[in-house]
C-alpha cells in the first residue's frame, strides 16, 4: 500500500452561508451541497488543525497538520505528529501562484517547483459540483464535530464508477481504492460521508469507506478542528525560506519575474504589452515573464486577471516571439477578429489565438461567460 498516496488527500471544502431548506424547514444532502459551492466561490480565507486517517486491513496511519488555504491556489501545510514515515513531523508544503516549496526534514531537502504560468482552478469547488451532479445524496440529520453542530450527508457513487477500479476525489487529490483486496467486487459497497458545519456552512468532516460483503476493508478518515473562516491569515503565510544547511532542489523553469505592474514588465521585455478591455468585475493581478529563448527564441508574456470576488475566476492574456500553435490542429476552429484570421479553441480552457507581424497572441479562461471576442478585438493587430 502506499501510506504515501492514502495520506495525500484532504477533505472536500466549501463555505459557510445561507442554508436552502426544504418545505418543512429540514435541508437535503443537494440543499447543503449546492449552497457550499455557492458560497465556496467567496471564500476569502481557510485555516484549521486537519487530522487525515487511513484503517486498513494490514495498517493504519494518521497524520496531524496545520493547513492554511487562499483559494484557489495559495496553501500551506505544517505536518505536526504523524505515523507515516514518507511524510514525517515537520514536513512542509508551502504553494503560491508560482512556486511550491516541500521540505522533507528527514531528508533535509527542499524541493523548489517553478510555476508562474500553471492555470488554478477551484478543485474543492469542482469536487462538490460533481458530488451534486452525479452522486446520490442523502440527508442523515446532525452529529457533533470538535464540539461543533454538523450536517451529515451520505453520498453514494454512480453504479458505473464501481468497477475494477474506484477513484473518488478527496478536496484536491484524487484517491484510488485498492480494489484489488476485494474477492468479489459483486459486494463491493463504497460511501462517502461529508460533515457540514451548521455555523460556517463549511464541510469539517469526510469519510470514505470500502466495504466487502458487510465487512469494512479501508477507511479514510479527515477531519478540521479549531477552523476558522475569512478571519485572515499571518503576513508571509505563502512565502518559505529553506532552513540554514538544506539541499534546494529546482525544477521547472525560473521566470524573469513576476510583476504587479506593466512598466516593470516592460523593462525586461523587447516589445510592449497591450491593454486589453477586460470586463469590470476583472482586475490585473499580477504579470508574469519568461525567457524560453533556449527552447523556443523568445520570451512569453502573461498578464493574469480575476475576479477578486469571486474564486478561480481568472483569464489571462499572453504575448509570445514564437508561435505556440498550429493552425491546422483540429481542436481549432478558424475565426475572424476584426478583419483578422484568428483560431478558437473550446474545453476545460477556452482560448483565442492569432499573430500580428512577429508576436503571437492568446486569450484564455477557464469560465464560459468571458468575452474572448471582444477582448481579442481590443488589443488587435495593429
Not at 13 to 39: K, N, W
Not at 51 to 78: G, M
Not at 190 to 210: A, C, F, G, L, Q
Request: aromatic share 6%.
Amino acid at each position: 500500500m502506499n501510506r504515501r498516496r492514502l495520506l495525500a488527500t484532504s477533505a472536500a471544502v466549501a463555505l459557510a452561508g445561507c442554508l436552502s431548506d426544504s418545505d418543512d424547514g429540514t435541508p437535503t444532502g443537494a440543499d447543503l451541497v449546492r449552497d457550499a459551492i455557492e458560497m465556496r466561490r467567496r471564500m476569502r480565507s481557510l485555516e484549521a488543525r486537519r487530522t487525515v486517517s487511513v484503517d486498513a486491513s494490514n495498517e493504519t496511519v494518521e497524520r496531524v497538520e496545520h493547513i492554511a488555504r487562499r483559494p484557489p491556489a495559495k496553501q500551506r501545510i505544517e505536518v505536526l505528529e504523524s505515523t507515516d514515515s514518507d511524510v514525517p513531523v515537520g514536513s512542509i508544503t508551502v504553494t503560491n501562484r508560482a512556486t511550491t516549496w516541500e521540505y522533507n526534514p528527514s531528508t533535509e531537502v527542499v524541493d523548489k517547483q517553478y510555476h508562474p504560468n500553471k492555470v488554478d482552478t477551484d478543485q474543492t469547488r469542482l469536487v462538490l459540483e460533481n458530488l451534486l451532479e452525479e452522486y446520490r445524496l442523502g440527508y442523515e440529520g446532525t452529529e457533533t464535530v470538535d464540539g461543533r453542530t454538523a450536517h451529515v450527508v451520505e453520498t453514494k457513487p454512480p453504479v458505473d464508477d464501481i468497477g475494477p477500479k474506484v477513484e473518488l476525489v478527496v478536496g484536491d487529490t484524487t484517491y484510488v481504492m485498492p480494489v484489488n483486496i476485494i474477492q468479489d467486487l459483486e459486494q463491493l459497497d463504497v460511501s462517502r460521508t461529508v460533515w457540514i458545519d451548521d455555523e460556517y456552512r463549511y464541510p469539517i468532516k469526510e469519510r470514505n469507506t470500502m466495504r466487502e460483503d458487510g465487512e469494512t476493508r479501508h477507511d479514510l478518515t479527515v477531519t478540521y478542528e479549531d477552523l476558522s473562516i475569512d478571519e485572515g491569515l499571518a503576513p508571509g503565510t505563502f512565502t518559505y525560506e529553506p532552513p540554514n544547511g538544506v539541499t534546494v532542489v529546482t525544477d521547472g523553469r525560473e521566470p524573469e519575474g513576476v510583476f504587479e505592474h506593466r512598466g516593470s514588465a516592460e523593462a525586461h521585455l523587447p516589445y510592449e504589452l497591450p491593454e486589453p478591455d477586460v470586463p469590470d468585475a476583472y482586475a490585473l493581478d499580477r504579470i508574469t515573464v519568461i525567457d524560453r529563448e533556449d527552447e523556443y527564441g523568445g520570451t512569453t508574456a502573461m498578464l493574469w486577471y480575476n475576479d477578486p470576488n469571486v474564486v478561480a475566476r481568472e483569464l489571462y492574456v499572453a504575448v509570445r516571439e514564437f508561435q505556440r500553435f498550429s493552425p491546422t490542429s483540429p481542436t481549432l476552429e478558424e475565426i475572424e477578429v476584426d478583419s483578422t484570421t484568428a483560431y478558437r479553441r473550446d474545453g476545460r480552457i477556452q482560448s483565442i489565438f492569432w499573430t500580428c507581424d512577429d508576436l503571437s497572441y492568446e486569450v484564455s479562461s477557464l469560465t464560459d461567460d468571458t468575452p474572448l471576442l471582444e477582448i481579442a478585438a481590443s488589443i488587435g493587430c495593429s
